[in-house]
C-alpha cells in the first residue's frame, strides 16, 4: 500500500505518519506539504516518509506526488480560526484557497489516478454550534466562521466528486485535537508555553465554552480505521469523549506546572465564538475505534512535551512572523483585560 498524505508537516498530519509506521510499517507514506507557517519538515523526525515540498493547489505537483499511490488522506488546511477572523484578505483568502480550491485539485488529480480511497479529513465545526446533545453524521452542515465554512466547502466538493465521478470518498469528522507538535496558536500549546514563560493566559470571554478533546495519536487512528474500513460516500465523527470547559482546561494546564492561576486574564471573546461542540461517534465505533487515551494522562503527556521540548517551540514563538501574529491577536485584548 502506498498512501499520500496531504499537510503531513503539520500537527496532525505528522502524528498519522507516526501511527501508520507504527501500525503499518510495510506501507509507504509520501508527504506533500507547502510549509506554510504551520507546518514544520522537524515534525516529521524520525519517520521514514518521502517529503515533497509542494502546494496542494498546484496541479502538476500534486499530480506527481500522487503517481501509484492507492489511498490519498488530505491534511493539508489552514486550520486556525482566529486567523480565518483577522480582517485580512490575504488571511482568509488562504482559507478559502487550500482548504476549498485545494480539494478540488487534490480530487481532480485523484479522479485520474484513480485511487481507491480519497479521505477528506474534516471538523466537527461544520455542524456549527451544538447548545444540547450530540452532533450525528446526518445533521445540517452549519458552519459559522470562514474557518469551518471552508471546511465545510471541501467536504462539499470531495461529495460531489464521489457522486459525479465515482471517487471513492470518505469524510471524518475530528473534534478538538491536541498533542505534541501542535502549533503554540491553539488552545492547549498556547496556554502551556505562555505559563511556563510566566505569561498571562488570554481566555476569550468567560472560558465556560466546551469542545470534545481528543489525542492525536487517537484522531489519527480514527482516520486510519474510517480510510480502510469506512464506506466511500460516507461521513464518519471521530471523537474523544472528553467534553470541557476551556477554563477547566486551563486550570488543568496551570496544575501540571505547578503555575498561578493569577497568569489567567479573562480577554475579549472570538467574534461569532461556538459555545459548544458534541460529536456522538457510534459510527465509527462500529468499525472497530476506541480511543487508545484518557483525557487526563494525554494532557500530562502533552504538558511534559511542551516542556521538555523547547527546542521545537522557542524558535517558533521568537520568529517575527509568531510575534506579529500575536500582537495583532492579543495586545489589545490584554490589555483591556
Ligand atoms: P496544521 O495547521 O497544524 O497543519 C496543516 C498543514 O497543512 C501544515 O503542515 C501546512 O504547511 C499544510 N498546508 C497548508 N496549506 C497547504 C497547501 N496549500 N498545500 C500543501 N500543504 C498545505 O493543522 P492540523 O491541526 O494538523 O489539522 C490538520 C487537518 O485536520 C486540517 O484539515 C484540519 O481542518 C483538520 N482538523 C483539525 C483539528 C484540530 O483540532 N487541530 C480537528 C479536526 C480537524
Ligand atoms: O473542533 C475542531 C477544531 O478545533 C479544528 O477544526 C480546528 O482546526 C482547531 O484549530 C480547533 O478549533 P478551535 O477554535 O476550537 O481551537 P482553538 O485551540 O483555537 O480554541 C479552543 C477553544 O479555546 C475555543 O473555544 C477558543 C478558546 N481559546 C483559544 C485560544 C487560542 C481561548 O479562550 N483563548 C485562546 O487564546
Redesign the pocket.
Known amino acids: 500500500m502506498k498512501i499520500l498524505v496531504t499537510g503531513g508537516a503539520g500537527f496532525i498530519g505528522s502524528n498519522f505518519v507516526r501511527l501508520v509506521e507504527s501500525e503499518k510499517p510495510d506501507w509507504q507514506v509520501v508527504v506533500i506539504d507547502k510549509l506554510t507557517y504551520a507546518g514544520r519538515r522537524e515534525n516529521l523526525e524520525n519517520t521514514r516518509a518521502q517529503f515533497v515540498e509542494g502546494d496542494i493547489c498546484d496541479p502538476i505537483i500534486v499530480a506527481q506526488a500522487m503517481e501509484g499511490c492507492d489511498m490519498v488522506f488530505n491534511f493539508a488546511?489552514e486550520?486556525?480560526?482566529?486567523r480565518s477572523l483577522m480582517g485580512d484578505p490575504n488571511l482568509a483568502g488562504a482559507f478559502v484557497q487550500t482548504d476549498v480550491y485545494g480539494v478540488y485539485v487534490l480530487c481532480e488529480a485523484a479522479k485520474r489516478a484513480q485511487v481507491q480511497r480519497f479521505i477528506q479529513v474534516s471538523?466537527?465545526?461544520v455542524y456549527g454550534d451544538v447548545h444540547d446533545g450530540y452532533s450525528v453524521e446526518s445533521d445540517p452542515l452549519e458552519p459559522r466562521?470562514p474557518?469551518?465554512a471552508s471546511?465545510a466547502g471541501g467536504e462539499l466538493i470531495a461529495r460531489s466528486y464521489g457522486i459525479s465521478h465515482g471517487l471513492p470518498v470518505i469524510t471524518t469528522r475530528?473534534?478538538?485535537?491536541f498533542g505534541p507538535y501542535q502549533f503554540p496558536?491553539?488552545?492547549?500549546p498556547?496556554?502551556a508555553t505562555n505559563a511556563i514563560d510566566d505569561g498571562a493566559?488570554?481566555?476569550?470571554?468567560d472560558?465556560l465554552?466546551r469542545?470534545?478533546w481528543i489525542y492525536a495519536l487517537d484522531h489519527a487512528l480514527g482516520i486510519l480505521i474510517a480510510g480502510e474500513k469506512g464506506n466511500p460516500g460516507e461521513a464518519y465523527n471521530v471523537g474523544g469523549g472528553n467534553e470541557r470547559f476551556?477554563k477547566d482546561?486551563?486550570f488543568d494546564i496551570l496544575r501540571l506546572l505547578g503555575k498561578p492561576d493569577s497568569l489567567i486574564r479573562h480577554?475579549e471573546d472570538?467574534a461569532g465564538?461556538?459555545r459548544r461542540?458534541a460529536l456522538n461517534f457510534d459510527k465509527i465505533k462500529a468499525l472497530g475505534y476506541a480511543p487508545r487515551f484518557d483525557f487526563e494522562s494525554a494532557l500530562e503527556a502533552t504538558v511534559r512535551w511542551y516542556q521538555e521540548r523547547q527546542d521545537w517551540w522557542r524558535p517558533i514563538r521568537d520568529g517575527e512572523d509568531y510575534r506579529d501574529y500575536y500582537n495583532r491577536?492579543?495586545s489589545a485584548r490584554l490589555a483591556g483585560s
Open positions: 488546511a486550520s486556525h480560526v482566529d471538523t466537527d465545526e466562521s474557518y469551518a471546511k475530528g473534534s478538538n485535537t496558536e491553539k488552545l492547549i498556547l496556554m493566559l488570554p481566555i476569550y470571554g472560558g465554552q469542545r470534545d476551556n482546561v486551563v480577554v472570538r465564538h461556538d461542540y491577536q492579543y
